[in-house]
């Protein structure tokens, strides 16, 4: 199945700085990309996506870059504000067969802005 | 519109007790999911709905777990019995269409399991 890897585990950025996390992921037949914001106590929330006929996505200070050759995406975020602090997760989702719609998971990267 | 409803929010029990958790996805999802996640790791998939049939449960395990989705709307997902590595929060998820433009995935807020 599909392996997708997440890093850093932890980061911390000043407020109004840039924060980027790298995914990598293995299945070359994975095609849909979405990052989750996670919150204490709180489910994962969707903030952005990106399909695999799109290099770039943005949406205001956030941003989603894919490179298919290399199986990596990335996540980032400018202009960091307190309220960015979350545990941050990738994913990646294949059409194949029995999994389609399945999401695999990274093991999450905390992000803390300081004020 | 309404998201992804669960219940209950936490549940405390002890080991080889069992253990239900209760899912109403947003109205007009055909697939709904339940996720575990053991602290400080990503959601894992236990098993996927279309409607009321099973898509994928490859990744339940069976021997303790079970969940349905009788009239292709709620689910339940049951434990019985129970195991401490069974704690852990449970998530729901549904979506309109996987593998589609619609396949974005929403995510309840969880049910919280501690097993003692």
């Known amino acids: 199945g599909e392996n997708v890897e997440q890093h850093p585990s932890t980061l911390s950025v000043q407020e109004g700085d840039s924060a980027v996390i790298k995914c990598t992921y293995s299945?070359?037949?994975?095609?849909?990309f979405p990052w989750y914001k996670q919150e204490l106590g709180k489910g994962p929330q969707l903030i952005i996506d990106?399909?695999?006929?799109?290099g770039e996505k943005k949406d205001q200070r956030i941003a989603v870059t894919l490179n298919k050759t290399a199986k990596h995406f990335s996540l980032h975020i400018t202009e960091t504000q307190p309220e960015d602090s979350a545990v941050y997760f990738c994913a990646a989702s294949t059409t194949r067969g029995s999994t389609l719609g399945r999401l695999y998971f990274g093991r999450g990267t905390q992000l803390t802005v300081w004020p | 519109e309404a998201g992804v409803a669960q219940s209950p929010r936490y549940k405390i029990i002890e080991k080889r007790q069992s253990v239900a958790f209760w899912c109403n996805p947003i109205s007009g999802h055909a697939t709904l999911y339940w996720y575990q996640q053991i602290l400080g790791q990503g959601p894992k998939l236990l098993i996927q709905f279309q409607n009321n049939g099973v898509v994928d449960d490859s990744q339940l395990p069976k021997d303790r777990f079970s969940a349905e989705r009788l009239k292709g709307v709620d689910s339940t997902l049951k434990i019985q019995p129970a195991k401490l590595e069974d704690s852990a929060v449970y998530l729901c998820?549904?979506?309109?269409?996987?593998?589609?433009?619609?396949?974005?995935?929403?995510f309840g807020s969880g049910t919280q399991l501690s097993v003692l």
């Open positions: 299945d070359s037949a994975s095609n849909y």
């Open positions: 990106i399909r695999s006929n799109v």
């Open positions: 998820a549904s979506s309109l269409m996987p593998g589609t433009v619609n396949e974005k995935l929403f």
